[in-house]
């Protein structure tokens, strides 16, 4: 019971947007599609959906192949970015209208939308038209109306982004409680690593088209099998920096050496590629055996009560994201701690060597 | 500096008017007191120009052939636009750019060039003198506006909400009418108007392939000479009742219109 996509493949001309992908997502599972703009996370989306047809490959639902269904015959439900709802239409009228189109009866449609607007928070609402509420309360809308059918398949694309940060949070927090009790497949789209792992789930990574990596959130997170989805699961954008291992150490530059892990000391000499999350790596000696690493600071700036510092250490730039005020001024030398225990180890190929 | 600054537009608003006065005046007086003597107001005040209008049939027959060939067009006009527009709005296909840029050039043509081709074609096919003949013509300007004007509109509406639709379960035929076209109503209501004031005051083409069954009211009111000598006060009661259905359209459609400015098109 399942949506399957088989080899699917999508081009637009001579660009191709989506490369052979293959995903298998389960009913009564939260699956984030992980990836920057244009990464191809709503053409795989209205490919999931039927709204536009794959160049080849198939779409496989409960067993069946829908490759060429059309859209209206697939009991999906789709939400995004931009608050799309019917302007002619009542809020009411805007959440009923994929019941009505199914003829579905009076009373029961009158019953349904009264209860998902109730779930959603918009039951005052119903009599207004969507041009005359705020944005937050127009995604309800456009939520009520995706979640008021039982849908096989429930499409999310980013529907969240264009909402200021106190709503987002708010509608991020009432999201998973919206499916828990749905037997259906959620598929939601978003650039920020942080919400993929808030909704815990499955993630898929996606880059320039290709899947990079699928499996449960936390896997990856922990344990990007290549240099890509450690890249696509990163905010800010993980340092990359290359070493080179002799014997028992590894080093950055001559002066920049730390003791290979026990797991790593089988490894034959030569070049690697480590990757260090921003916050592992901070303006303080912030564990015990971090690395130092001397440089130029070139930006300092401060979120909320986080300092980002973006750093120059002869040639390569490193970002470090840490808790507190740092007196540190752009130009200004300065050394920075990378935590080394936990960094992750590529291989030539950028496949990640598994400890 | 700042006491005068209501002069320019007061001078400007009083030129703009002064014509348009000038006829309504002249709409109320006597044949012989427009050419007897100079006079701001009506001294005589008189019904007499517009009682003929109403009662005489080759006048209000004017009125009621130009309304009918108008409305006949604006349909027929606006109906064949709007999947034009949506086409040339929503899908990129060979040469839509071109196609979309031809369509705009018929306009540039002047209406007199078209006069011989279509009067002589009419004739031919039976179509001379009916409400049809000037609606078709006229067709051949209002369509290329009107698809501009609506591509305009449906392209500020996001293709998300005709996929939404589609996920719904609407069909696209359902879609169009029950979402599309409610949602873009107003670009409508502005296509339909500059159809309208084409066709109600293009005068050669209507002339042209009108005899008698079709005659528009502008051919009836340049007809300026009758048997009873020159009848300036019937003339300008003609030309005030020409200018009231425009009037009446631009109030319904004025707020659309300026959202048509705002789009960047009309």
């Known amino acids: 019971m399942s949506l399957e996509l088989k080899q699917i493949t999508k081009t637009v001309g001579a660009d191709t947007h989506i490369y052979p992908t293959s995903l298998t997502l389960e009913r009564g599972s939260f699956n984030t599609l992980l990836g920057t703009t244009l990464a191809g996370k709503t053409t795989l989306m209205q490919l999931m959906a039927g709204l536009e047809k794959p160049a080849s490959g198939e779409i496989w639902f409960d067993g069946k192949n829908v490759t060429g269904t059309p859209v209206q015959q697939r009991n999906v439900s789709m939400v995004y970015q931009q608050f799309i709802n019917y302007p002619n239409m009542s809020v009411f009228d805007n959440i009923a209208s994929p019941l009505r189109v199914s003829r579905t009866d009076r009373s029961e449609i009158e019953k349904r939308v009264n209860e998902i607007a109730e779930l959603l928070k918009i039951e005052q609402l119903l009599d207004r038209r969507p041009s005359e509420l705020s944005g937050g309360q127009q995604q309800r809308t456009a939520m009520a109306r995706a979640l008021v059918k039982d849908s096989d398949l429930i499409l999310l694309d980013e529907p969240l982004a264009n909402l200021d940060f106190k709503l987002r949070e708010e509608l991020r927090d009432e999201l998973p409680k919206l499916f828990a009790e749905r037997n259906c497949v959620v598929v939601y789209a978003t650039t920020e690593p942080s919400e993929a792992l808030q909704f815990a789930g499955k993630t898929a990574a996606l880059h320039e088209g290709r899947v990079s990596q699928f499996g449960p959130t936390g896997d990856i997170y922990r344990q990007p099998n290549d240099l890509t989805s450690a890249r696509v699961f990163s905010e800010p954008p993980i340092n990359v920096a290359h070493v080179s291992k002799t014997g028992a150490w590894f080093s950055l530059t001559e002066q920049t050496k730390w003791r290979a892990p026990k797991a790593m000391a089988k ?38 009560s986080e300092s980002i510092i973006h750093f120059d250490a002869h040639g390569s730039s490193w970002v470090s994201l840490s808790h507190g005020v740092h007196p540190l001024r752009a130009g200004e030398p300065a050394t920075l701690y990378a935590d080394i225990a936990r960094c992750l180890y590529f291989d030539a190929d950028q496949q990640l060597i598994v400890a | 500096m700042k006491r005068y600054s209501w002069l320019i537009p007061t001078l400007y608003i009083l030129f703009l008017m002064l014509p348009i006065y ?35 049939p080759v006048w209000y027959n004017g009125y009621r052939n130009s309304l009918i060939y108008v409305s006949i067009n604006t349909v027929l006009s606006v109906a064949v636009a709007l999947p034009a527009a949506y086409a040339f709005s929503r899908y990129r296909f060979l040469g839509d750019k071109h196609l979309f840029f031809w369509l705009l050039t018929n306009r540039m043509a002047p209406a007199a060039v078209f006069a011989l081709p279509f009067f002589q074609l009419y004739s031919a096919i039976g179509l001379f003198d009916t409400y049809l003949a000037v609606a078709l013509a006229h067709t051949l300007f209002n369509i290329p506006l009107a698809v501009w004007i609506l591509e305009g509109f449906m392209s500020g509406v996001p293709k998300q909400l005709d996929e939404t639709a589609y996920i719904d379960g609407y069909s696209f035929p359902s879609f169009f009418i029950k979402i599309f076209i409610p949602t873009i109503a107003a670009g409508i209501g502005v296509a339909a108007f500059f159809c309208f004031m084409f066709s109600w005051v293009e005068l050669l083409l209507a002339k042209t392939l009108t005899a008698v069954h079709a005659k528009p009211i502008a051919a009836t009111m340049t007809r300026t000479a009758s048997s009873s000598g020159y009848e300036l006060g019937l003339l300008a009661a003609a030309g005030t009742l020409t200018i009231v259905p425009g009037a009446i359209v631009i109030y319904f459609v004025r707020n659309y219109i300026a959202k048509g400015f705002a789009l960047g098109r009309v």
């Open chain 1, 267 to 304: 490894l034959a000499d030569g070049p690697y590629t480590i990757g260090i999350r921003p916050h592992h790596v901070s303006p303080t000696m912030h564990v015990k055996g971090a690395v130092p690493i001397e440089g130029t600071v070139q930006v300092a700036e401060l979120s909320g």
């Open chain 2, 22 to 56: 000038w006829l309504v005046s002249m709409s109320f007086k006597t044949t012989n007191e427009i050419l007897g003597s100079f006079t701001l107001f009506p001294t005589e005040f008189t019904l007499d120009n517009y009682r003929k209008i109403f009662t005489d």
